[in-house]
């Protein structure tokens, strides 16, 4: 060969099919890099030596914020890290031997910060050996830190209920126990685990199923709280009065249970038993002397009116048939004595009506108040119609009441007022609704003779008298009998005055 010619030898090939080959398995690792590097859990990767040759972003972040390094490849696990327990290596190297994987916690110390991590420790098989082992770590402090809490906080709460002295039930739908405190055995008797599942209306007396029922089905239906006062069967057979109250709840979003908490108040229960009994013979009692009272009152009125009628007539009859032998001051003294037998007469008749009115059956109606009182005020009226009075009385003022008693206690109050005003030039009276505190009271109002406050608590007693007779006439039993008839509609009166200003009582009806 010509040692200035040269030859070339060209060896070509197709690298099409390896290139793509080549850009998968870069796109590939690309991915699996992405996803490595974006997951919350830690990758950390060891070699044989434990010496650590790869570490996602994630441990990076966990150790940024514990104040730790990052550069930690081509070390060892304990150099990295001198919080970890000391058998952490022992562990790895197990695996290297056994090839077997692993999971467990590592609860450390670090910077005074307890660190709990959950670690799944996965060894690579290569040729036949474990060449390394994968470490997956995930941060579990702030989950354990809330299991801890929600484990004292149910510790806290199982405390209170196994202590309470009310028995605390759940009932499912079908109204079978689901759950109930100890406080169940100290009052009715029955093991709370022996229950379980069991029916509650299988426990409750046979009278008050269907309130039981109802209770239940309102409460777990519409998820609102009942009450109601149930028998409950003790274990040994007898029953016992308890202060049931139901809540509806829902738990899981859709099954619904009915929290109930239940208080023994047998003893509550007996007490008013015989309070009740105490107060129907304490009513038969009054009855009896009320009966008694009433045929002393009659007996001492008919007895009395005798010799009143004789006392009022023989003094007439020597007014008429004696008068010219008398002088001014006998005559005087006649006329005195018939005036005081005519008083004794209608004090008697006065106390009669007293006593009756709080003994007369009553008959509940609505009654127009403001008519009876413009019904009256016209009676008034009429006895004196020469006086300049103004008589407001407020339309639409209603009541239910005793018709006939309504109207003798508004008589009263009328006549007292147009009574006390007699003297005044011009007489305003007023009935009508007052606010007082926020609540509305009926009232009388005038302007006429009013009273001293100092003696207020003696107005509504029998025969007391703020005014003499003859300043103003009366009986002292008006307003007595007003109170009477005002308790009797279970309401209430009382009065405010001033000397020469005026009155107003004020009264409430049920």
């Given at each position: 060969?010509?040692?200035?010619?040269?030859?070339?030898?060209?060896?070509?090939?197709?690298?099409?099919?390896?290139?793509?080959?080549?850009?998968t398995?870069?796109?590939?690792?690309?991915f699996?890099?992405?996803?490595?590097?974006?997951?919350?859990?830690?990758?950390?990767?060891?070699?044989r030596?434990?010496?650590?040759?790869?570490?996602?972003?994630?441990?990076?972040?966990?150790?940024?914020?514990?104040?730790l390094?990052?550069?930690?490849?081509?070390?060892?696990?304990?150099e990295?890290?001198?919080?970890?327990?000391k058998?952490?290596?022992?562990?790895?190297?197990?695996?290297?031997?056994?090839?077997?994987?692993?999971?467990?916690?590592?609860?450390?110390?670090?910077?005074?910060?307890r660190?709990?991590?959950?670690?799944?420790?996965?060894?690579?098989?290569?040729?036949?050996?474990?060449s390394?082992?994968?470490?997956?770590?995930?941060?579990?402090?702030?989950?354990?830190?809330?299991?801890?809490?929600?484990?004292?906080?149910?510790?806290?709460?199982?405390?209170?209920?196994?202590?309470?002295?009310?028995?605390?039930l759940?009932?499912?739908?079908?109204?079978?126990?689901?759950?109930?405190?100890?406080?169940?055995?100290?009052?009715?008797?029955?093991?709370?685990?022996?229950?379980?599942?069991?029916?509650?209306?299988?426990?409750?007396?046979?009278d008050?199923?269907?309130?039981?029922?109802?209770?239940?089905?309102?409460?777990?239906?519409?998820?609102?709280i009942?009450?109601?006062?149930?028998?409950?069967?003790?274990?040994?057979?007898?029953?016992?009065?308890?202060?049931?109250?139901?809540k509806?709840?829902?738990?899981?979003?859709?099954?619904?249970?009915?929290?109930?908490s239940?208080?023994?108040?047998?003893?509550?229960?007996?007490?008013?038993?015989?309070?009740?009994?105490?107060?129907?013979?304490?009513?038969?009692?009054?009855?009896?002397r009320?009966?008694?009272?009433?045929?002393?009152?009659?007996?001492?009125?008919?007895?009395?009116?005798?010799?009143?009628?004789?006392?009022?007539?023989?003094s007439?009859?020597?007014?008429?048939?004696?008068?010219?032998?008398?002088?001014?001051?006998?005559?005087?003294y006649?006329?005195?004595l018939?005036?005081?037998?005519?008083?004794?007469?209608?004090?008697?008749?006065?106390?009669?009506?007293?006593?009756?009115?709080?003994?007369?059956?009553?008959?509940?109606?609505?009654?127009?108040?403001?008519?009876?009182?413009?019904?009256?005020?016209?009676?008034?009226?009429?006895?004196?119609?020469?006086?300049?009075?103004?008589?407001?009385?407020q339309?639409?003022?209603?009541?239910?009441g005793?018709?006939?008693l309504?109207?003798?206690m508004?008589?009263n109050?009328?006549?007292?007022?147009?009574?006390?005003?007699?003297?005044?030039?011009?007489?305003?009276?007023?009935?009508?609704?007052?606010?007082?505190?926020?609540?509305?009271?009926?009232?009388?109002?005038?302007?006429g003779?009013?009273?001293?406050?100092?003696?207020?608590?003696?107005?509504?007693?029998?025969f007391?008298?703020?005014?003499?007779?003859?300043?103003?006439?009366?009986?002292?039993?008006?307003?007595?009998?007003?109170?009477?008839?005002?308790?009797?509609?279970?309401?209430?009166?009382?009065?405010?005055?001033?000397?020469?200003?005026?009155?107003?009582f004020?009264?409430?009806?049920?």
């Amino acid at each position: 060969m010509d040692p200035k010619s040269r030859q070339f030898v060209a060896d070509a090939r197709d690298m099409t099919a390896s290139k793509k080959v080549e850009q998968t398995l870069q796109e590939s690792e690309a991915f699996y890099n992405t996803i490595i590097n974006y997951i919350n859990d830690g990758l950390m990767v060891l070699n044989r030596d434990l010496q650590i040759v790869f570490v996602n972003e994630a441990i990076k972040i966990m150790r940024r914020q514990a104040g730790l390094p990052t550069d930690i490849i081509g070390k060892t696990l304990m150099e990295t890290n001198p919080y970890l327990p000391k058998n952490a290596e022992e562990e790895y190297r197990r695996i290297f031997v056994t090839g077997d994987a692993t999971y467990g916690h590592e609860l450390f110390i670090l910077n005074n910060i307890r660190v709990c991590t959950e670690i799944w420790k996965i060894p690579v098989i290569e040729d036949g050996k474990v060449s390394k082992v994968i470490a997956v770590i995930r941060d579990i402090t702030e989950c354990r830190r809330m299991e801890e809490a929600l484990q004292e906080s149910e510790a806290q709460l199982r405390q209170i209920t196994d202590n309470m002295l009310d028995i605390i039930l759940k009932i499912d739908e079908q109204g079978n126990f689901r759950y109930i405190t100890p406080s169940i055995k100290a009052i009715l008797g029955y093991d709370p685990q022996k229950l379980l599942g069991k029916a509650v209306f299988d426990y409750v007396h046979n009278d008050d199923q269907g309130r039981i029922r109802a209770l239940f089905k309102t409460a777990i239906n519409l998820l609102s709280i009942e009450k109601a006062d149930l028998r409950f069967k003790h274990a040994d057979g007898h029953y016992l009065w308890l202060e049931v109250l139901s809540k509806g709840v829902v738990e899981d979003g859709t099954v619904k249970r009915a929290i109930i908490s239940a208080r023994d108040i047998t003893d509550r229960k007996q007490a008013k038993e015989e309070l009740d009994k105490y107060s129907e013979h304490l009513e038969e009692l009054i009855r009896e002397r009320t009966s008694e009272l009433e045929s002393f009152a009659y007996s001492v009125s008919h007895d009395l009116r005798a010799p009143l009628r004789s006392i009022h007539g023989f003094s007439q009859a020597l007014l008429e048939d004696y008068g010219g032998c008398l002088d001014r001051q006998g005559k005087e003294y006649l006329e005195r004595l018939k005036m005081s037998s005519k008083r004794m007469a209608e004090l008697i008749d006065a106390l009669l009506d007293l006593s009756r009115i709080t003994r007369i059956e009553m008959h509940r109606e609505q009654v127009d108040l403001s008519a009876l009182a413009r019904s009256i005020v016209c009676e008034l009226r009429m006895t004196q119609p020469e006086r300049q009075a103004t008589i407001i009385i407020q339309e639409g003022l209603t009541a239910e009441g005793d018709l006939l008693l309504l109207r003798v206690m508004l008589e009263n109050l009328l006549e007292n007022a147009w009574k006390f005003t007699g003297r005044k030039p011009e007489t305003r009276i007023e009935f009508g609704i007052t606010n007082l505190d926020g609540s509305q009271v009926y009232s009388v109002r005038d302007n006429g003779a009013g009273f001293d406050m100092a003696y207020a608590g003696k107005l509504f007693s029998p025969f007391q008298r703020l005014h003499s007779q003859t300043e103003f006439s009366g009986t002292g039993i008006g307003l007595a009998t007003i109170q009477r008839i005002v308790l009797r509609h279970c309401g209430k009166i009382w009065a405010e005055g001033e000397v020469d200003k005026g009155a107003v009582f004020y009264f409430t009806l049920s």
